[in-house]
Nanobody, 127 residues
Framework: AAAGVGGGSVQAGGSLRLSCEIS????????IGWFRQAPGKEREGISC????????YYEESVKGRFTISSDNARKMVYLQMDNLKPEDSAVYYC??????????????????????WGEGTQVTVSS
């Protein structure tokens, strides 16, 4: 199971930090990441990490503003979100899968193939 926390409402330019505990998951070969889904839109991967790569993937719209990190010992993944914009408003989910895959490919992974999903946390950014 995976539980996500840290969402909320902020004004544009503000910051939030999301946290997700991925329990029951072995951090050997894995991919983890953050996805978001706005009303009427499909879930999209915005930042992902692969155990086989040193490069972290960021979707273009969040580059330079969001930072993903993980603490494998605690089975936690985080998303620091700075300079938030109204278009960042969405429900945010953490995802994880025990698979060897590029970070960019995991962020484009079909939702049905991902092993673990967080509960989702709402982020609302007002202008």
């Amino acid at each position: 199971a995976a539980a996500g926390v840290g969402g909320g409402s902020v004004q544009a330019g503000g910051s939030l930090r999301l946290s997700c505990e991925i329990s029951g998951f072995t951090f050997d070969d894995y991919a983890i990441g953050w996805f978001r889904q706005a009303p009427g839109k499909e879930r999209e991967g915005i930042s992902c990490i692969s155990s086989r790569e040193s490069v972290t993937y960021y979707e273009e719209s969040v580059k330079g503003r969001f930072t993903i990190s993980s603490d494998n010992a605690r089975k936690m993944v985080y998303l620091q979100m700075d300079n938030l914009k109204p278009e960042d408003s969405a429900v945010y989910y953490c995802g994880a899968e025990g698979v060897i895959i590029r970070a960019s490919a995991f962020c484009r992974r079909s939702t049905g193939l991902v092993d673990f999903w967080g509960e989702g946390t709402q982020v609302t950014v007002s202008s």
